[in-house]
Structure formats: structure tokens, C-alpha cells
């Protein structure tokens, strides 16, 4: 069974950090893209970033590029999201997120969130 | 960027009656090989999205049958046949088409 368990979240000040991570397991975690999918309270869904399997193509989306950074370590099984210059609008459920297959793909399965809230 | 739209934004159905949910991209998002590249997710209250469908029309395992999904080109739907309690959700439409991947701003379903 594919399980995906994100940790990381909390309270942070406007212009703080936060690195997301997100434990995999049930797969073979480098055969695949990873997502980070983030949702606003009351809000939808709104794409973060993709990392390729091979970890070498990234994508962002433009509310977050040079701010936000994804990385994984497939020793690890793990996807990370580092969060810098964080500002009140990044305040969210993040979710991990396998892809199903290559970078242009859906979502399937979600991990649970994790919850960033940036606030003084 | 490919902006997704749905409708209505809420809909109120009886038990065992259809449920139908509009979806429409700002472009085409059917690709060369023929295949339209969108999903359908439901989310509960408190859970994470549950993908029910992808290639616009094909559902996922273990997804009931009275859930399809149909449409090409640019307008899709997504339709719950017989109404069940455990269907009321909100549900997004999302095109993997090209990068940034967008989702439609869901379409929350009650019962009547």
C-alpha cells in the first residue's frame, strides 16, 4: 500500500522558513514524480511544485518560484519543500503528492497535510 | 496558463437521483495522441482529494461505477448516476495537459 507522510508544518512569522518533508514508502520511490499540493483554509487546490523521479527536473509555480525549493532523496524515499520569505498567503494544508507517471500526470495518492500557517 | 473553470459551484441532489458537474479548460487540453489530459478528484470534509478519474473518461480502481467522466477538447463532465450519501464531497477538475497544472475551483455536492 502506498503511504505518503508529510511532517514539517507549524507557525512561522511573515519573512520566515520551513522545510516540508514527505515519507514514502509502498513503491519504488524513484520510478516516480512527487508533487507538493497546497490548499488554503476554505479554499482549493492550487500546484506547488513537481520533482521529476530522477530528481533532476523541477517545476514551480510561478506564486512560489525563488522562494520555494524541492528536492528529494531516494535513499530516503523522501520529497522536501523549503519555504523561504514566507508571507501570510503561503498559510495552507501542504500536500505530498505521487505522481502517476512523468511530470504531466495526476495525483494519486495524497499524503494527509501538513499545516503551514505564517502569521506575527 | 490554462485556467479551469467549473459548474455550478454547488448542486443539492436527492438519493439515487444524477448529479452532473461541469468542467471547462480555457484551451484544449486534448494532446496528439487523442487523449484529453484531465482528472476528477473528490474530497470529503477533513481528507485529502481521492482521484476518481483521469484521461478525462477512464476511473480509477476501485472507483464505482456511477461515477464517469466524458467530454473533450475543452468542456468535460463529471456525473454521479444514483446519488449516494457517502457522495456528498467537493469535486475538482484538474488538467496535467502542461505545467502550471491547474485545478478548477470545485463544485461542493449536498443532498437534497
Do not use: H
Not at chain 2, 47 to 57: E, M, R, T, V
Amino acid at each position: 500500500e502506498v503511504q505518503l507522510l508529510e511532517s514539517g508544518g507549524g507557525l512561522v512569522q511573515p519573512g520566515g522558513s520551513l522545510r516540508l518533508s514527505c515519507a514514502a514508502s509502498g513503491f519504488t520511490f524513484s520510478n516516480y514524480a512527487m508533487s507538493w499540493v497546497r490548499q488554503a483554509p476554505g479554499k482549493g487546490l492550487e500546484w506547488v511544485s513537481t520533482i521529476s523521479g530522477g530528481r533532476t527536473s523541477i517545476f514551480y509555480a510561478e506564486s512560489v518560484k525563488g522562494r520555494f525549493t524541492i528536492s528529494g532523496d531516494n535513499s530516503k524515499n523522501t520529497v522536501y519543500l523549503q519555504m523561504n520569505n514566507l508571507r501570510a498567503e503561503d498559510t495552507a494544508l501542504y500536500y505530498c503528492a505521487k505522481s502517476a507517471a512523468g511530470i504531466n500526470t495526476w495525483f494519486d495518492p495524497w499524503g494527509q497535510g501538513t499545516l503551514v500557517t505564517v502569521s506575527s | 496558463d490554462i485556467v479551469m473553470t467549473q459548474s455550478p459551484d454547488s448542486l443539492a441532489v436527492s438519493l439515487g437521483e444524477r448529479a452532473t458537474i461541469n468542467c471547462k479548460s480555457s484551451q484544449t487540453i486534448l494532446y496528439s495522441n487523442n487523449k484529453n489530459y484531465l482528472a476528477w478528484y473528490q474530497q470529503k470534509s477533513g481528507q485529502p482529494p481521492k482521484l476518481l478519474i483521469y484521461w478525462a473518461s477512464t476511473r480509477e480502481s476501485g472507483v464505482p461505477d456511477r461515477f464517469s467522466g466524458s467530454g473533450s477538447g475543452t468542456d468535460f463532465t463529471l456525473t454521479i448516476s444514483s446519488l449516494q450519501a457517502e457522495d456528498v464531497a467537493v469535486y475538482y477538475c484538474q488538467q496535467y495537459y502542461t505545467t502550471p497544472l491547474t485545478f478548477g475551483p470545485g463544485t461542493k455536492v449536498d443532498i437534497k
